[in-house]
C-alpha cells in the first residue's frame, strides 16, 4: 500500500545550496545508511530462506533464525525510516498545501520538517534509556544482550534528527524555515505552559491531542509517523504521569511483530517482478487474448492488476510494473488519459485484499486474525469488485471502434500463454508453500524471491544486476516509512486504549441500530474517510485493535470484518481529493492528477457498489476457509 509517498518541496538535497559542509554531511550520512540498509534487506531474505531450506528439506530446523530476523529486523525498519527521511519519502498528506498560494508552501514545507525534528528531539533520550534497560535481556536462543537489537531506535532517531537539522539550514527559503522553527518553538512552549490546563480534562484531552493536534498537523503537511508520534508525546508527558519511555516501548513493539517482516520482503518481490519481465509476460498473455474485444485493454488492466497484486503485496510495485505496459498501446487505441489513469487508481483500491496485500499483513498482525484465513478470504471480495469495474468499462466502450485492431490467432495465444506460465504460477508457488506448511506467511516471500530470480536468469534472461542495489535501497525506505508509522500508531493506539476511549467507542457502536449490518455499514464509511485523511495503513493500525473487538461482540466474523474495512480504505486512499493512492497512481502514469478527477468518480461509484455487495453477503469473504 503498500506505501504512497511524496516529495517535499523543502528536502531539497543540501548540495543544491550550494554549502559545502552540508552537502558532505549529508552525502556521508546516506554513504553510511543505505549500504548496511540495502545489506539487511538481503541479509533478511538470506536468514529466512536458509530457515525454510534447513526445516523443510533437512528437517532440522535452525532455533535461532527467527530470533536474528528479528534482531535485524528492527535495524533496517529504522535505517530504512531514516533513507525515507533523508530521501523525503513518509508518507504525508499534501492535498491542502499543494492548494496554497506558492508563497506559502516553502513555510508549510518546512514547518513539515521542523515538526519532525521536535518529535525527534524530545524522543532521542527516552529512547537511549530505553535502549540501556534492555541490556539486561539476554536473548534465549542466540544469547547476547537485547540492547544490540534495541540500539536501532536510538541510533535511527539521532540519524533523522541530524538529516532534518541539516535540511533546515541548507533549505533556500531561509525566512520560511526561520518562521516554521519558531512557530514549532512557540507551539511547543504554549503546550507546556498549559499542562497544568490539561490533567483536569480528562477524556476531553482525546479531542485536543489526537483530533485536534493530529488533524492540524495532518492537514499542514506533516508526515503522518511523526504526527502520530509527537500527538503521543504530548498527550503522556502533558496529561498522565506516565514516563515518556513508554512510547519508545510501544513504538518498538508495534514494529517488531516478525510477521511484519513480510512488508519489505513483497516490495522487494514486487520491484523484482517488474525488472526480471515476469509482469510484462503475464500483461502480454492478457493482451492476445482481450485485445481484440471493446474495452479489452481495460479488462487486462483490471485482469493485471489482480495477478499482480497476488505476487508482489505493494500497491505502488503493481502499478509500476503493469501501467508502463499497457498505457502506450491504450493511448494509441485512443483511451484518454484521464480515464487510464482513473482505472489504475481504482484497480489499485480494488486490489488491496489480493495476497499477499501488505495491508492483509498488516491487519492481521495488530488484530491477531489469522494471516493464513485473510489471504483466503481476500481473493473473492476483490473479484468481486473486479467484475464492478469491468461492468464499467463495458458501459463505457461499448460502441468503441476497433476496426483497425487485428485479433491475435491462435498461435500467438499461445506463444504468449508458453512465456507467461512461469509468471502466472508464481501467484500459486507462493499460496501452495503456505498452504502446504511448506513457510509461513513471513517466509513465504523469500521462496517468490528466489523462483523470480531463477525466472528472471534461466527463463526470461532479463536480469540486470546493476538494478539490485538501488532495488535494495528503495525496499528499505519505503518499509522504513511504513514501519514507523506502524509504530508510532501502535504507540497511539495504546494510548487511546489506555485512556478508555476504546470502551467507550465499543459501547457507542455496539448500541448502532441495524444490528451487524448497521456496524458494517457505519465501519465502512469510517474507514472510507480515514483511508482517504491518513492513508491505509496508519488507519488500520491505530483503529484496527480498537474495532476488531467490536466487531466481534456485536456477531460480525473477523475476516469478514477484515474484508469490509480493506476494500472501505482502499476506496479512500485512492479517491481524490486527498487519497494519496490516487496521486501515486498519477506519478507512477505520469499523468497530471488533473485529468483523471472526473472520470474516476464513475469508478469510485463502481467501487462503492461492489463494497456494498461484499458487506451484504458475508460468504464472499468467508465461505472458503
Not at 446 to 467: E, N, S
Not at 586 to 603: L, Q
Amino acid at each position: 500500500m503498500a506505501a504512497m509517498a511524496s516529495a517535499s518541496d523543502t528536502a531539497v538535497p543540501p548540495q543544491a545550496s550550494g554549502r559545502g559542509l552540508l552537502a558532505a554531511l549529508d552525502r556521508g550520512i546516506g554513504l553510511l545508511i543505505e549500504g548496511p540498509a540495502a545489506l539487511l534487506v538481503a541479509a533478511e531474505i538470506v536468514v529466512l530462506f536458509f530457515g525454510v531450506i534447513s526445516r523443510y528439506v533437512f528437517h532440522s530446523p535452525v532455533v535461532w533464525s527467527d530470533e536474528l530476523a528479528s534482531l535485524l529486523f528492527l535495524w533496517l525498519a529504522m535505517l530504512g525510516a531514516v533513507v525515507a527521511f533523508r530521501r523525503a519519502e513518509h508518507m504525508r498528506m499534501t492535498a491542502l498545501v499543494s492548494m496554497m498560494r506558492p508563497s506559502w508552501r516553502p513555510y508549510f514545507e518546512a514547518l513539515a520538517v521542523a515538526v519532525s525534528v521536535a518529535f525527534l528531539a524530545l524522543t532521542i533520550e527516552p529512547a537511549i534509556e530505553f535502549a540501556v534497560e534492555e541490556q539486561f535481556i539476554t536473548t534465549p536462543a542466540l544469547e547476547i544482550s537485547n540492547a544490540w537489537r534495541a540500539a536501532a531506535l536510538p541510533i535511527g532517531i539521532g540519524l533523522m534528527l541530524a538529516i532534518g537539522v541539516i535540511r533546515l539550514l541548507a533549505t533556500p527559503h531561509r525566512k520560511a524555515a526561520v518562521a516554521a522553527i519558531v512557530t514549532a518553538l512557540v507551539l511547543i512552549a504554549a503546550f507546556y505552559l498549559a499542562s497544568p490546563l490539561f490533567r483536569p480534562l480528562g477524556n476531553w484531552n482525546l479531542l485536543l491531542f489526537f483530533v485536534g493536534l493530529v488533524g492540524a498537523l495532518v492537514f499542514a503537511g506533516v508526515p503522518i509517523a511523526f504526527t502520530f508520534g509527537i500527538a503521543t508525546f504530548a498527550y503522556l508527558a502533558l496529561t498522565t504521569r506516565l514516563p515518556t519511555l513508554v512510547l519508545i516501548g510501544r513504538m518498538d513493539e508495534g514494529m517488531s511483530h516478525l510477521i511484519l517482516l513480510a512488508v519489505p520482503l513483497f516490495v522487494f518481490l514486487g520491484l523484482l517482478i517488474e525488472m526480471t519481465g515476469m509482469a510484462k509476460a503475464m500483461v502480454g498473455f492478457l493482451a492476445s487474448l482481450l485485445g481484440h474485444v471493446r474495452g479489452g485493454l481495460h479488462y487486462v488492466l483490471v485482469g493485471a492488476m489482480y495477478l499482480v497484486s497476488g505476487i508482489s503485496g505493494s500497491k505502488a510495485a503493481d502499478m509500476a510494473a503493469v501501467a508502463p505496459v499497457l498505457f502506450p498501446e491504450m493511448k494509441a487505441r485512443g483511451a484518454k488519459e484521464g480515464d487510464l489513469v482513473a482505472l489504475l487508481s481504482a484497480t489499485g483500491a480494488q486490489t488491496e485484499t489480493i495476497p499477499p496485500s501488505i495491508v492483509l499483513i498488516t491487519i492481521g498482525s495488530v488484530t491477531g486474525v489469522s494471516i493464513s484465513a485473510l489471504f483466503t478470504g481476500g481473493l473473492l471480495p476483490g473479484l468481486v469488485l473486479g467484475i464492478t469495474l469491468c461492468a464499467l468499462v463495458w458501459w463505457r466502450y461499448r460502441d468503441e471502434d476497433l476496426s483497425h485492431v487485428k485479433r491475435a490467432s491462435g498461435r500467438v495465444i499461445g506463444r504468449t500463454l508458453v512465456i507467461a506460465v512461469p509468471a502466472l504460477a508464481l501467484p500459486f508457488v507462493i499460496r501452495a508453500a503456505v498452504v502446504e506448511g511448506v513457510a509461513t506467511a513471513t517466509e513465504v516471500s523469500t521462496i517468490g524471491i528466489v523462483y523470480a530470480i531463477l525466472a528472471g536468469l534461466l527463463i526470461y534472461r532479463q536480469f540486470d544486476f546493476r538494478r539490485v542495489y538501488p532495488m535494495l535501497v528503495t525496499t528499505a525506505a519505503l518499509s522504513g516509512a511504513i514501519l514507523l508509522i506502524i509504530g508510532a500508531a501502535t504507540g497511539m493506539a495504546w494510548a487511546l486504549t489506555q485512556s478508555g476511549f476504546s470502551a467507550t467507542l465499543a459501547t457507542a457502536m455496539k448500541s448502532l441500530p441495524g444490528g451487524p449490518l448497521g456496524f458494517l455499514i457505519v465501519s465502512a464509511v469510517a474507514f472510507v474517510i480515514l483511508g482517504s485523511v491518513l492513508e491505509g495503513i496508519p488507519a488500520i493500525v491505530l483503529f484496527g485493535p480498537l474495532m476488531f473487538p467490536i466487531a466481534r461482540q456485536v456477531g460480525v466474523h473477523e475476516v469478514h470484518y477484515a474484508m469490509v474495512v480493506i476494500l472501505a480504505m482502499g476506496v479512500g486512499l485512492f479517491a481524490p481529493p486527498f487519497g494519496v493512492g490516487y496521486y501515486a497512481a498519477c506519478a507512477i502514469s505520469r499523468i497530471h492528477p488533473d485529468e483523471g478527477i472526473r472520470p474516476i468518480v464513475g469508478y469510485i461509484l463502481a467501487l462503492l457498489v461492489g463494497l456494498a455487495v461484499v458487506i451484504a453477503i458475508p460468504w464472499i469473504s468467508i465461505g472458503f476457509l
